[in-house]
């Protein structure tokens, strides 16, 4: 198994006629993604290299059988576009979009949450299950696959952690982007829960950075309810506190939101935190081995 | 972006919020003249994005024209430290205002709660004090309520919150009318922080804004073009300089200049830049698919620190290639006439390529090396120690 995307996603893409829809969309394809359809609207009835496009993504859920959406549609547009999405009838929504006013996010938020379906983003690299499906702007290559789960904020330090495992001989059951805006779909409580009931799933790895309380929240979670290892690695120490550091949601107010106080959250619960992405990665590979030899 | 007090007090007053009324100076002279013509006696207020302006002593009383001038002279170019050390910051402007009678102070908030996805308005009675110390201290003083996003929130939704916090019963249909507008400042303007310490009450009985601290939403200036131009004052010249170049720079203290691709990896490079013993002269994420041309503009940023004795790149390509990164370095090179030494490490999508790039165009001040934490102990020892 494998979490949010594997074998039985069926991929439509939002804006697959234009340059960065395409281009990424049939990359996921050419991974082994089952990518049934696009979605232009007055394009409908065309096709992107054998890939029907249709007007609405409903049309694509109906005639295609599409279950799982990717949105790449320009920041202004894009709340519009995900709540075509939650409405249409695909149970899961990847927003890899950035830039998208908050305020238009927590209304989509919560249309997602009353439709009961899986929204992660926006401003997310997207899900990989290695060597079943690809859903976003992940580059496959750094991954195999393997036990290690993994859940993170940030993009580029997702692909850095994932090499590390790579070369250290580890691989992955799931990398799941949760993005690092200040209001996203799923959160760490809610990927961690589908780690923890993931049969390939041995040991989470969870990034996080400055902003919010998503990771103190997190590490409460994860004492109650989670039985497999956690190891986390925090990004942002030596940001000035009230700077913003790109990601909307990486501001520091008050003391509370410091990698500082992210860090030790999680060790008060038991949480090894890696001090680089290179440590962290280390500390998993061993505590993997550990498990591996029946020392649990 | 944070609003100054009186940008934040404009907007308020576009909302039907009442604020003293009030000028914006930049010398004693215009200070002077605002003063003359706002009347005694008048508020003299320094703009800064930073709290604790009145114990730093920013905000000062004027009974006359010669203490509007003393006391302006001595505010325009102070430099103010924030309560936690933050700063310095520099007073460019002061905002000039008519006095106000008080009876009582109250506080008032909408942020946003990132954790619940709402919109939370909180009222306490006691304003005018540091309301963390209040919250933590006197916890039932803050009323705290968040609002249903699916439905409107007027003053009759806002009314049972300040009846809560036990404000003055002949102020309460005022102070509720003033929480739904702040709320409506926030769903209207892109607002994520609305705060008013203190909100007033006049010995005439009148509820008004006496601060203001508004942050908006830099991914929503699109639909405001009045406050989009405030953002485009940005007063650190590498700050500016980046802004224009559509590039995500944050100046910091240090000698060592950053750029990586992505935000995480930024930060992530600063924290080990400063465990290898260095000091980060900046953050700057090159974003997702940096071309060449990204690549120039951001190095010309950097060096324009002159603080700046050495750099790091550290590129992970994942959507970016690194040979697109390379061909940036080399022609930077070419154009710039660089002189600090450069640290690269590639690492990731067409690697490769990257290197032999680097390799063929042999440049003197380059130096590669393999892994993340070995490129942050190269570029330390580079750099030399900070001055």
């Known amino acids: 198994m494998s979490i949010v995307v594997g074998e039985e996603t069926k991929l439509v893409v939002s804006g697959l006629t234009g340059r960065e829809g395409s281009f990424h969309g049939l990359r996921n394809r050419d991974y082994g993604t089952d990518l049934v359809a696009g979605v232009t609207p007055g394009k409908g009835g065309q096709e992107v290299e054998g890939v029907p496009v249709f007007d609405t993504i409903k049309e694509s859920v109906e005639e295609a059988g599409a279950n799982t959406s990717m949105i790449f549609v320009p920041a202004r547009f894009a709340a519009p576009a995900i709540d075509e999405a939650i409405e249409s009838g695909v149970h899961t929504v990847i927003a890899i979009t950035e830039g998208i006013p908050v305020l238009d996010m927590l209304n989509t938020y919560w249309k997602?949450?009353?439709?009961?379906?899986?929204?992660?983003?926006?401003?997310?690299?997207?899900?990989?299950?290695?060597?079943?499906?690809?859903?976003?702007?992940?580059?496959?290559?750094?991954?195999?696959?393997?036990?290690?789960?993994?859940?993170?904020?940030?993009?580029?330090?997702?692909?850095?952690?994932?090499?590390?495992?790579?070369?250290?001989?580890?691989?992955?059951?799931?990398?799941?982007?949760?993005?690092?805006?200040?209001?996203?779909?799923?959160?760490?409580?809610?990927?961690?829960?589908?780690?923890?009931?993931?049969?390939?799933?041995?040991?989470?790895?969870?990034?996080?950075?400055?902003?919010?309380?998503a990771e103190e929240r997190a590490a409460e979670f994860i004492e109650s309810e989670v039985s497999k290892p956690v190891v986390a690695y925090i990004a942002g120490f030596t940001a000035p506190p009230g700077k913003q550091m790109g990601h909307a949601g990486a501001i520091i107010s008050g003391s509370s939101g410091t990698a500082q106080a992210k860090k030790e959250a999680l060790e008060a619960k038991g949480v090894r935190v890696g001090e680089s992405p290179t440590e962290a990665a280390a500390i998993a590979v061993e505590t993997l081995a550990g498990l591996g030899r029946g020392s649990a | 972006?944070?609003?100054?007090?009186?940008?934040?007090?404009?907007?308020?007053?576009?909302?039907?919020?009442?604020?003293?009324?009030?000028?914006?100076?930049?010398?004693?002279?215009?200070?002077?003249?605002?003063?003359?013509?706002?009347?005694?006696?008048?508020?003299?207020?320094?703009?800064?994005?930073?709290?604790?302006?009145?114990?730093?002593?920013?905000?000062?009383?004027?009974?006359?024209?010669?203490?509007?001038?003393?006391?302006?002279?001595?505010?325009?170019?102070?430099?103010?430290?924030?309560?936690?050390?933050?700063?310095?910051?520099?007073?460019?402007?002061?905002?000039?205002?008519?006095?106000?009678?008080?009876?009582?102070e109250y506080y008032a908030s909408v942020i946003l709660d990132r954790g619940e996805k709402k919109l939370l308005a909180m009222v306490s009675a006691k304003g005018g004090m540091d309301i963390e110390a209040v919250a933590e201290k006197d916890p039932d003083a803050l009323v705290k309520r968040h609002i249903d996003p699916t439905r409107e929130f007027d003053a009759a939704a806002a009314r049972s919150i300040v009846e809560e916090a036990g404000l003055d019963e002949d102020a309460r249909g005022q102070a509720a009318e003033v929480l739904a507008r702040l709320a409506e400042v926030a769903t209207s303007e892109d607002a994520t922080l609305i705060e008013v310490n203190p909100l007033i009450v006049t010995e005439g009985r009148e509820v008004v804004a006496l601060d203001a601290k508004v942050t908006i939403d830099g991914n929503a200036l699109f639909r405001h073009e009045d406050l989009a131009e405030i953002a485009d004052t940005a007063d650190d010249p590498q700050e500016a300089m980046a802004k224009e170049k559509g590039l995500t720079y944050v100046k910091l203290d240090g000698n060592v200049g950053i750029l990586a691709n992505g935000a995480g990896l930024c930060m992530s490079t600063l924290d080990v830049v400063a465990q290898a013993g260095g000091a980060p002269a900046n953050f700057l994420d090159a974003g997702g698919g940096s071309k060449a041309e990204a690549i120039v503009n951001a190095l010309e940023v950097i060096v324009s620190d002159e603080k700046v004795t050495a750099i790091l790149f550290n590129i992970f390509g994942g959507i970016t290639r690194c040979d697109e990164i390379a061909k940036g370095i080399v022609e930077a090179s070419a154009q710039l006439d660089l002189e600090v030494p450069l640290v690269v490490r590639l690492d990731g999508t067409n690697s490769a390529e990257g290197l032999k790039i680097l390799a063929e165009a042999d440049l003197p001040n380059l130096r590669q090396e393999k892994t993340m934490l070995?490129?942050?102990?190269?570029v330390v020892e580079l750099a030399g120690a900070a001055s």
Not at chain 1, 121 to 138: F, R, W
Not at chain 1, 187 to 204: K, R
Not at chain 2, 374 to 378: K, W
């Open chain 2, 374 to 378: 070995d490129a942050a102990r190269r």
């Open chain 2, 1 to 104: 972006m944070d609003l100054l007090e009186y940008q934040g007090k404009q907007l308020f007053a576009k909302h039907g919020v009442a604020v003293p009324s009030g000028e914006v100076a930049a010398t004693v002279e215009e200070a002077v003249a605002a003063a003359e013509r706002v009347g005694y006696p008048c508020a003299i207020k320094a703009q800064v994005l930073i709290g604790g302006r009145g114990k730093a002593g920013g905000i000062k009383i004027a009974a006359d024209r010669g203490e509007a001038e003393e006391h302006a002279g001595a505010i325009l170019g102070m430099d103010i430290f924030g309560p936690r050390g933050e700063g310095p910051f520099r007073v460019d402007q002061v905002w000039i205002e008519g006095g106000s009678d008080i009876a009582s």
């Open chain 1, 112 to 213: 997602a949450k009353e439709a009961g379906v899986r929204l992660i983003g926006p401003n997310c690299p997207g899900v990989l299950s290695p060597g079943k499906a690809n859903v976003g702007i992940i580059p496959a290559q750094f991954f195999d696959p393997g036990k290690i789960g993994v859940v993170s904020k940030s993009g580029t330090l997702t692909y850095q952690i994932g090499n590390e495992l790579k070369q250290a001989g580890a691989g992955n059951s799931s990398i799941v982007g949760i993005g690092g805006d200040p209001i996203v779909g799923a959160d760490f409580i809610d990927v961690l829960t589908l780690f923890e009931a993931d049969p390939e799933t041995e040991l989470i790895v969870m990034v996080g950075e400055i902003g919010g309380d």
